[in-house]
């Protein structure tokens, strides 16, 4: 045999390339010879490259692959180029193929970080202006304020209007929004109004009351505007209302003398 010098009926051969191998074979001095060829197709060797091992839940990564004419991706992938999008941290396995030679497995692992589904509660959605709330932020493990600039779980804020509160939760490198509005009612300043504040017993005064949508009078009263007829000088105390939003007492004294005899 040709080459390799072998005189044997059988020989194996392994070729690294593809050779023509020659067999010259005799019955005496009588000779014979037979040639054949083997063909060699190279045994691929795949290499992979990734645009980020490390990718937050819900986002994709490109993953390249080189090195053979046909790939089997596991537990999925094709082609040579392919976006995966893993749910969890998942090992990945690429085959290369040329024509019936594989090569050798190449694994990559994609890990996934949870990205944060974060939440706000307030302690009340809508308050008087000069009150305080209380914010907290749950489903991340660092958090950023704002307006604000707050870097805790739980902040205090003292809205003077109607405002909108943002808090950036992360797990790591993977970030999570959520947005709540405290809706600020404005606290009334009532003012009064009085016909007369010294009258004789007996007789009336009108008094009239702005700044709120509603009332309460104290020790008598109702509404914007009351008829008084107090039978000695009294004391009279208003509050107003918006809403929840309750002014400071308005207070004012309607003295009563009495008739002669």
Not at 26 to 43: A, E
Not at 180 to 198: E, G, L, W
Not at 204 to 218: E, F, K, L, Q, R
């Given at each position: 045999w040709l080459p390799g010098a072998q005189t044997t009926t059988v020989i194996?051969?392994?070729?690294?390339?593809?050779t023509t191998y020659t067999v010259n074979g005799s019955v005496g001095t009588c000779y014979g010879t037979k040639t054949i060829s083997i063909n060699v197709t190279s045994t691929p060797t795949v290499a992979s490259s990734i645009t980020n091992t490390t990718i937050c839940s819900g986002t994709?990564?490109?993953?390249?692959?080189?090195?053979?004419?046909?790939?089997?991706?596991?537990?999925?992938?094709?082609?040579?180029?392919?976006?995966?999008?893993?749910?969890?941290?998942?090992v990945y396995t690429v085959t290369g193929?040329?024509?019936?030679?594989?090569?050798?497995?190449?694994?990559?692992?994609?890990?996934?970080?949870?990205?944060?589904?974060?939440?706000?509660?307030?302690?009340?959605?809508?308050?008087?202006?000069?009150?305080?709330?209380?914010?907290?932020?749950?489903?991340?493990?660092?958090?950023s304020w704002l307006p604000g600039a707050q870097t805790t779980t739980v902040i205090t804020v003292n809205p003077t209007s109607?405002?909108?509160?943002?808090?950036?939760?992360?797990?790591?490198t993977c970030?999570?929004?959520?947005t709540i509005t405290i809706n600020v009612s404005?606290?009334?300043?009532?003012?009064?109004?009085?016909?007369?504040?010294?009258?004789?017993?007996?007789?009336?005064?009108?008094a009239s009351v702005t700044g709120a949508t509603s009332y309460t009078w104290s020790p008598s009263g109702s509404g914007n505007t009351s008829t008084l007829t107090p039978s000695s000088t009294t004391v009279y105390t208003i509050t107003?209302?918006?809403?929840?939003?309750?002014?400071?007492?308005?207070?004012?004294?309607?003295?009563?003398?009495?008739?002669?005899?």
């Amino acid at each position: 045999w040709l080459p390799g010098a072998q005189t044997t009926t059988v020989i194996t051969v392994t070729p690294t390339i593809t050779t023509t191998y020659t067999v010259n074979g005799s019955v005496g001095t009588c000779y014979g010879t037979k040639t054949i060829s083997i063909n060699v197709t190279s045994t691929p060797t795949v290499a992979s490259s990734i645009t980020n091992t490390t990718i937050c839940s819900g986002t994709s990564v490109i993953a390249n692959v080189t090195g053979a004419t046909t790939y089997t991706w596991l537990p999925s992938g094709s082609g040579n180029t392919s976006t995966l999008t893993p749910s969890s941290t998942t090992v990945y396995t690429v085959t290369g193929s040329n024509g019936s030679c594989v090569s050798a497995p190449k694994n990559f692992t994609i890990n996934v970080t949870t990205t944060p589904t974060v939440n706000i509660t307030a302690s009340s959605s809508t308050v008087c202006a000069g009150q305080t709330v209380t914010l907290t932020a749950s489903g991340a493990t660092a958090y950023s304020w704002l307006p604000g600039a707050q870097t805790t779980t739980v902040i205090t804020v003292n809205p003077t209007s109607t405002t909108s509160y943002t808090v950036n939760g992360a797990n790591g490198t993977c970030y999570g929004t959520k947005t709540i509005t405290i809706n600020v009612s404005s606290t009334p300043t009532i003012a009064t109004s009085i016909t007369n504040t010294t009258i004789c017993n007996g007789k009336s005064v009108i008094a009239s009351v702005t700044g709120a949508t509603s009332y309460t009078w104290s020790p008598s009263g109702s509404g914007n505007t009351s008829t008084l007829t107090p039978s000695s000088t009294t004391v009279y105390t208003i509050t107003g209302s918006n809403g929840s939003c309750v002014s400071s007492p308005k207070t004012f004294t309607v003295n009563v003398n009495s008739n002669p005899v």
